[in-house]
């Protein structure tokens, strides 16, 4: 039960700023790839209590909550017509959308001293779904 509580709170972001800061990740995504940005894991809980590593990093790997930063040419066209898709592009820049645990070109750039924000780059077919609701309460799970 006090895991479920501390992972609960866990997710308490302030606000979408906080959970996706503004950084620039040095990459355009090339073809048909799309350019993700994976949700930052909390340092802290929203009453002050410092989380662990292992809870950081539970959080930070198996999170699949991603804002897109960036689209790639060809990202939701016909590889070999370079036409737009009959049901147009799945998402744009600015969306968030639910990616694969695994997979993707990742690296990391550093926000702080004890801080990363991950991106991740998919070819456009291996995005899960668009997000619909908020994506601040969307939990990871092992």
């Known amino acids: 039960m006090q895991d479920y ?4 709170v866990n997710f308490d ?41 292992d809870t950081k990093d539970t959080e930070t790997w198996n999170t699949q909550v991603a804002k897109v930063v960036s689209v790639g040419d060809l990202a939701f066209k016909n590889r070999n017509t370079q036409a737009p898709w009959p049901e147009g592009s799945w998402c744009v820049e600015g969306d968030f ?37 908020d994506p601040l309460a969307m939990k990871a799970f092992v």
């Open 5 to 8: 509580v501390l992972n609960k």
């Open 97 to 133: 959308v639910r990616v694969p645990k695994y997979g993707g070109d990742k690296w990391t750039v550093r926000i702080d001293e004890d801080q990363e924000v991950i991106f991740v780059i998919f070819n456009d077919l291996d995005l899960v779904g668009k997000i619909t609701g």
């Open 13 to 53: 972001y302030g606000s979408l700023d906080e959970a996706f800061p503004a950084i620039d990740p040095g990459v355009q995504p090339f073809g048909s790839r799309v350019l993700c940005q994976i949700r930052l894991a909390k340092k802290k809980t929203a009453g002050g209590i410092i989380l662990t590593g």
